[in-house]
């Protein structure tokens, strides 16, 4: 069965979309298996890669309310061997449109089908702990999260370690369990004080829940999207692309030793 990893961070621009992208890409380059669900409303990991919104056929909406398989909605990338399930803006009506009693678990039960086809499931999750967050987190394995060096960056994640907790317990009631895969310290300013201090901050709070790889703020990161393109791909020996290889070396190992 594929490890399901939920990156998620109910702050937006911490670097939820850079890292599932990047890390799925740099997973698929390690010759894993790899799927890459868009689970955000803005679709930034769809247009991130390059995926034209107004020629999606289908689209993780209507795999969650039930109008296609999930096996249709996939679209392969083979150039940077990885899978993706699209998202559109559309994703955002869907809290109104869910059967009540299987509002929290959709997508959990649409991935079970198809889990053990990957070595990885990377869902990119929304900015907020609402209904899509919580599918996420109640199909996954574990929890990567992102925090951006940046002044605050404790702030709501109390609120998402109680989310996880929450969910963690209804879990243990079926038998499954929701660990946290780590946290990734992203978009370090190497040469201000004020980053560094953050990133103290975090591993004093976190311990050894913190990655050893730590995402620099670094300006290809940023391009690579407008191409279409994995930072892996398009700028392969920038600083970006090889943290985000490490990465992908850290939770393959971590994944081992369990
Ligand atoms: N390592 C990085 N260096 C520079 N810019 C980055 C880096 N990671 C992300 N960004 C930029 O920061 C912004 C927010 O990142 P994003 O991944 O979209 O965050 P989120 O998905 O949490 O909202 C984007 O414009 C992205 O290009
Ligand atoms: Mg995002």
Same mark, same amino acid.
């Given at each position: 069965m594929g490890?399901?990893?939920?990156?998620?961070?109910?702050?937006? &621009?911490?670097?939820?979309?850079?890292?599932? $992208?990047?890390?799925?890409?740099?997973l698929g380059e390690l010759n894993k298996k790899v799927l890459l669900i868009d689970l955000d409303p803005q679709a930034s990991t769809t247009t991130s890669l390059g995926i034209n919104r107004s020629l999606l056929y289908s689209t993780v909406t209507?795999?969650?309310?039930?109008?296609?398989?999930?096996?249709?909605?996939?679209?392969?990338?083979?150039?940077?061997? $990885?899978?993706?399930?699209?998202?559109?803006?559309?994703?955002?009506?869907?809290?109104?449109?869910?059967?009540?009693?299987?509002r929290e678990y959709a997508l959990s039960h649409k991935i079970q089908r198809i889990a053990h086809l990957y070595d990885f499931i990377v869902i990119d999750c929304p900015p907020s702990l609402g209904l899509l967050t919580l599918n996420a987190l109640y199909a996954?394995?574990?929890?990567?999260?992102?925090?951006?060096?940046?002044?605050?960056?404790?702030? &709501?994640?109390?609120?998402?370690?109680?989310?996880?907790?929450? $969910?963690?317990?209804?879990?243990?009631?079926?038998?499954?369990?929701?660990?946290?895969e780590g946290v990734l310290l992203t978009m370090l300013d190497k040469r201000t004080k004020a980053g560094w201090e953050i990133v103290h901050e975090i591993k004093d709070y976190f311990k050894e829940g913190v990655f050893d790889t730590i995402i620099t703020s670094?300006?290809?990161?940023?391009?690579?999207?407008?191409? &279409?393109?994995?930072?892996?791909?398009?700028?392969?020996?920038?600083?970006?692309?090889?943290?985000?290889?490490?990465?992908?070396?850290?939770?393959?190992?971590?994944?081992?030793?369990?």
């Open positions: 490890k399901i990893i939920a990156i998620s961070n109910q702050k937006g &621009g911490v670097g939820k979309t850079t890292t599932s $992208v990047n890390l799925s890409a740099a209507d795999v969650l309310l039930n109008h296609i398989e999930i096996e249709d909605s996939i679209i392969h990338l083979s150039d940077i061997n $990885v899978d993706v399930i699209p998202a559109t803006i559309e994703l955002a009506h869907l809290e109104i449109k869910l059967d009540i009693d299987d996954s394995n574990s929890v990567l999260i992102p925090v951006q060096c940046q002044y605050l960056a404790i702030d &709501g994640l109390t609120q998402l370690l109680n989310t996880i907790r929450i $969910v963690q317990k209804q879990l243990k009631v079926n038998n499954k369990r929701l660990e946290i670094n300006v290809a990161a940023q391009v690579a999207p407008t191409y &279409g393109l994995p930072v892996t791909t398009f700028a392969p020996r920038s600083p970006a692309s090889k943290l985000y290889k490490s990465l992908a070396k850290e939770v393959v190992a971590n994944n081992e030793r369990r």
